[in-house]
């Protein structure tokens, strides 16, 4: 609109001035024609069926500031934003853009529109600072026709850096295993639990041992709670919370039989699966057991959680894994993975994917959005262990091979990435977020394997912060404490909570009784009529009328449905007209 | 082979010397954030919670007057000063920032019905019981010299209330008819009267600025144009307003105050039915002043309380009251949009912070930016029932407590009533429920023009709730 006005200088500017901003810039050896090309490719990013008016209007201002000279004659060779690439914008994409109806009030557009643009913003500074951030994640590449499988450890460790060197090592305690194994959040803990009653737990990095204790008892799990300072280690009879010197600081009675513990660090609760088939919730800020739900379904020895909305699953002896909440007393759902018994189950952190493995000597992969299969591997002698790293690598330990995979479910994987063999069968196994490490507990004790490609690059401060003082510690925890979701928050989907809640017809109908006083859909009740003659009784009419009730009711249907047409062409016509801009005299009389 | 593994190096992470702050780096991907709505939710609850925590909205009491407050005025230059006139003829002037008495000054005898700040602020005019106007200096006599007003008019009756033309040389004053006066002169320069009524308050509109309106006690609200001779327009309403106040940005709304517990807005080009009525007080309504963003208004009533509206909100944002505090006779809302004072029957004048749970005097700029945070997840968060539960609460005596619901429990039979009518009785088939006045068409009657004096009679189906709506019976 406003170009069709410039296009008129005569009117507008002086001749000797329209001819000084529309001249020809003078040739320049930056300005190729591929030059050119990849300006006109900046607005990539940007463009889109959403670009609003504002937008249009917005780049014919910055169209014509590109056609301003500056004094010296030479035009700027990267005019505007610098682009941001526009897989990096998805990865920051919270939501599609809300539709507008006609109908809307037009403030509410304008609030719409406002916070639209605010999102908008804030997703395209996360991308630009995105762009910069100071790490880069580990990899591993073969030499040609060399596989990255057959890589040993040993050759990892001498090729790369002392520091990280020195993360691949092995603790050889045979006495009391085999471990279960747990990272704190950060990943600077490590928590061993000893199927015999040894409990350890150690700086792992710096080697410094925080505490070492036998509970004298048999431990099934041990897991941090939300930081350094308290883990919990499920014993033979109860669960215990132990402080990271040791000191025993609760003893649980009321969760006995523990098998699995798992621990949602933004709700503060500890789940537990039994064997006696209970999973319990535990709220660790307050200290009180939030719900207790008896499964059913027998020993509870598989569990795992999916971090993207703390929802529980379980793996069972029948093959099924059912996914749980603590605001329901039944499964929120079951399916049916294998044909044997569940072995063991993880879910990545975007909470897209489950991968399970069972007696069945397969392994699964499932979108657990939709709750379908994607792929299914078989390996020979069946994955006792799962385990997923932040970047969506899998490990897999078969006896005593811990297997590291790729891409699980985007590529159909015939080779492992890595693999290693540990002296005897695994037990326990977890990723280090923020490191290139795999921990494996085995019956022969620890070991801590170098795996490329691993861990996020770049933690969040203000989050899970592996370089955090204890000043910062202790303000972090004060901040989580604050904000601490309630359980019943947990929901399937997690961003349930920021949409709109539309009232049902039902809903709308009831109010709608209310306010009027009595319901204007009901419908008459049949009375008989008091008749003496005929066969034709009141109630053998109202049957009768009953049997061709639906044709009526489709005659309805139909005439709504032809209005609704007739109605939608009108529009689109007068739409049409409007478009066109051809009217004709004769268009007055129309109606 | 090529490998590359993590290895920060920690500098990079720790700060060098404990002198330096942490260094906090940021990584904002979303799967490194996860709860994020749920955290937000949690993060707007407590910011609310926190809110009604601080919400202490008196600030000082200033006490002086030995009689009860009838009328105050801002100083239209200072925002520290303040006018305050009570029942006994004294005017105090305040120093708000020092919150104390600066000058008293005996200026009627019996109540001071009414004063206003002229424009320029140099001086300020004071009606009383005693039928005087009287023109007063703002600053105070020097030593020795006797106070006296610059200017005595002495009027024909009692005048009960005064304003001042925002630009001109001109006043006017109500009492038994709308006297608009020139400085210059001892005589009004004109004079309204429709009907035989007296008026109980009157006020210039703030941006056209010959145009005035007036409360009377025939239960209507009159406007009038200076330069005409007779007055515009009239609504009449079931019961009396005791004041009005024009909207000072949108100023062709104007909002009264209503001896039936209601405040009624009202779009001044369509009188016949009010834009907005808001509900809430429990006794009649006495004072309302806007704010001067014009977004708000604050009233105060005789039940003891004061409510902040918003400017098209059917119920109150808010509501003060202390055990103290008796039937709150005026209110004003500072200029600078932070404050509201309030003068009562018990002879004191109240500062209130209009934002209750405000915190007064220089943010840090941490401190204000977590409260800029918390406000924009508080308004995101409005409308779940958690946080709207917290947000609404409010303590009330528990005398106005019961009143409230008792009112309530009224409404909703009369609207029952309603309901019935429609439906059984047959001279009413003709009522629907649209007619039902939830909030617009409430309380105003009809408006009749000033050039064919053609009471318009409301619809007859109007008759059957306006019986049980209000305490007096329509009169023809």
């Not at chain 1, 024609?33 to 990849?38: I, K, L, S």
């Not at chain 1, 002392?162 to 600077?188: C, E, M, W």
């Not at chain 2, 910011?47 to 200033?62: D, G, I, M, N």
């Not at chain 2, 105050?72 to 008495?101: F, I, P, Q, Y």
Request: net charge positive; hydrophobic share 35%.
């Amino acid at each position: 609109m406003s170009t069709t006005e410039t296009t008129d200088p005569a009117v507008l500017l002086p001749e000797g001035l329209w001819h000084k901003l529309h001249r020809k810039p003078a040739a320049r050896y930056w300005k190729d024609p591929q030059e050119v090309a990849r300006k006109d490719g900046n607005n990539v990013g940007k463009t889109g069926q959403q670009q609003a008016q504002k937008a249009n209007k917005r780049r014919l201002v910055e169209d014509s500031e590109d056609e301003e000279q500056v004094l010296s004659g030479k035009s700027d060779p990267f005019p505007g934003p610098a682009p941001i690439p526009e897989d990096r914008l998805q990865k920051f994409k919270r939501k599609d853009k809300t539709k507008t109806s006609r109908s809307q009030h037009y403030k509410l557009k304008d609030i719409i529109t406002r916070s639209e643009e605010t999102s908008e913003m804030a997703q395209k500074q996360a991308a630009r600072l995105d762009l910069v951030l100071p790490e880069d994640a580990g990899f591993l590449e073969g030499d040609e026709d060399e596989d990255t499988c057959t890589i040993s450890q040993e050759d990892i460790a001498d090729s790369v850096d002392i520091t990280s060197a020195t993360k691949h090592f092995s603790l050889k305690l045979s006495q009391f295993g085999p471990y279960r194994v747990d990272y704190s959040n950060t990943g600077r803990q490590l928590l061993l639990g000893g199927r015999r009653g040894h409990v350890a737990c150690i700086d792992w990095q710096t080697k410094h041992l925080m505490c070492e204790i036998n509970v004298m008892e048999s431990v099934n799990d041990v897991k941090w709670l939300h930081s350094e300072a308290m883990y919990a280690v499920a014993q033979k009879k109860c669960l215990y919370i132990y402080d990271s010197k040791g000191i025993e600081l609760h003893c649980i009675r009321k969760f006995n039989d523990v098998l699995r513990m798992q621990f949602l660090p933004f709700h503060f609760l500890l789940v537990t699966a039994s064997a006696t088939s209970f999973l319990q919730y535990l709220d660790v800020s307050v200290g009180k057991e939030v719900s207790a739900t008896c499964t059913k379904t027998g020993r509870l020895d598989v569990m795992c959680q999916n971090p993207h909305n703390a929802i529980v699953h379980l793996g069972h002896s029948n093959g099924t894994v059912t996914l749980w909440s603590p605001n329901q007393k039944e499964a929120l759902a079951k399916m049916l993975c294998h044909q044997g018994a569940v072995r063991s189950v993880a879910v990545d952190k975007t909470g897209m994917y489950m991968v399970t493995s069972g007696m069945d000597k397969k392994m699964k992969v499932y979108d657990i959005r939709s709750f379908k299969p994607l792929k299914s591997y078989f390996l020979p002698a069946g994955a006792s262990c799962l385990s997923l790293s932040q970047r969506g690598l899998l490990s897999a330990a078969t006896g005593d091979i811990v297997q590291v995979y790729r891409d699980v479910w985007s590529t159909p994987v015939t080779k492992p990435y890595m693999a290693h063999r540990v002296q005897k069968a695994v037990w326990g196994m977890h990723f280090c977020p923020f490191e290139d490490v795999l921990g494996v507990g085995h019956g022969d004790g620890f070991t801590s394997l170098l795996v490329p490609g691993a861990g996020e690059p770049n933690f969040d401060g203000l989050g899970a912060n592996p370089y955090r003082s204890a000043k910062q510690r202790q303000e972090w925890e004060v901040k989580a404490l604050l904000e601490k979701i309630q359980p019943d928050l947990i929901t399937l989907d997690p961003t349930e909570l920021g949409r709109v809640d539309h009232a049902t017809f039902e809903m709308k109908h009831q109010d709608r009784v209310q306010a009027l006083g009595f319901d204007p859909l009901a419908k008459q009740k049949f009375v008989p009529r008091y008749k003496k003659k005929g066969r034709s009784s009141a109630g053998n009419h109202e049957k009768r009328k009953r049997k061709v009730a639906h044709e009526d009711l489709r005659e309805d249907i139909q005439k709504t449905a032809e209005a609704n047409v007739t109605t939608e062409r009108e529009r689109k016509e007068k739409k049409e007209v409007l478009l066109s801009g051809k009217r004709s005299a004769l268009d007055r009389f129309k109606k | 082979m090529k490998v590359k593994v993590l290895s920060r190096n920690p500098d990079d992470y720790v700060r060098e010397t404990k002198l330096d702050i942490q260094r906090v780096p940021r990584n904002y991907d979303p799967t490194l954030h996860p709860f994020e709505v749920s955290r937000e939710y949690t993060r707007a609850l407590n910011a609310t919670k926190l809110e009604r925590l601080f919400a202490k909205p008196f600030v000082t009491s200033l006490d002086g007057h030995r009689d009860g407050v009838n009328c105050m005025a801002k100083h239209t230059k200072t925002l520290s000063t303040l006018l305050s006139g009570s029942c006994d003829g004294e005017v105090k002037v305040w120093n708000l920032t020092k919150r104390e008495c600066v000058r008293t000054l005996q200026a009627h005898e019996g109540f001071v019905r009414g004063m206003v700040v002229r424009f320029c602020g140099s001086s300020f005019f004071t009606v009383g019981d005693d039928k005087t106007i009287k023109q007063w200096k703002m600053e105070a006599p020097g030593y020795g010299e006797e106070e006296e007003p610059l200017n005595t008019i002495l009027g024909k009756s009692v005048f009960t209330g005064l304003d001042h033309h925002q630009k001109d040389a001109v006043f006017a004053t109500c009492g038994q008819q709308v006297d608009i006066w020139d400085e210059q002169r001892t005589s009004p320069i004109r004079s309204f009267t429709w009907g035989v009524d007296s008026f109980s308050a009157v006020r210039f509109n703030p941006v056209e600025t010959e145009l005035l309106a007036s409360c009377a006690s025939d239960r209507s609200v009159v406007l009038y144009d200076m330069r005409e001779s007779t007055p515009l327009k009239k609504v009449i309403m079931t019961m009396r307003s005791n004041t009005l106040c024009w909207n000072p940005m949108e100023a062709y709304y104007f909002t009264c105050c209503n001896e039936d517990y209601n405040l009624y807005t009202y779009d001044m080009r369509f009188l016949d039915k009010p834009i907005t009525v808001h509900m809430d007080h429990v006794s009649a309504a006495l004072d309302v002043d806007y704010s001067p963003t014009g977004k708000e208004f604050v009233s105060a009533s005789f039940d003891k309380t004061i409510r902040i509206f918003a400017k098209d909100g059917g119920h109150s944002r808010e509501v003060y009251h202390t055990k103290r505090m008796q039937h709150v006779i005026c209110i004003k809302w500072s200029l600078d949009n932070k404050y509201i004072l309030s003068g009562s029957d018990e002879m004191n004048i109240r500062l209130w912070k209009a934002n209750a749970a405000e915190k007064l005097g220089v943010m840090s700029p941490r401190e204000r930016e977590a409260a800029n945070y918390n406000q924009t997840l508080k308004e995101k968060f409005q409308h779940h029932p958690q946080v709207r539960r917290v947000a609404r609460h409010r303590h009330l005596p528990k005398s106005l407590y019961h009143q409230t619901k008792e009112l309530r429990v009224m409404k909703e039979a009369r609207r029952r009533k309603y309901v019935f009518l429609m439906h059984f009785s047959f001279e009413a088939s003709a009522l629907s429920l649209s007619e039902w006045p939830r909030r617009k068409g409430h309380g105003g009657v009809m408006a009749t023009r000033a050039a064919g004096v053609t009471y318009a009679v409301p619809p007859a189906q109007w008759k059957v709730w306006l019986v049980g709506l209000c305490p007096l019976t329509w009169a023809q």
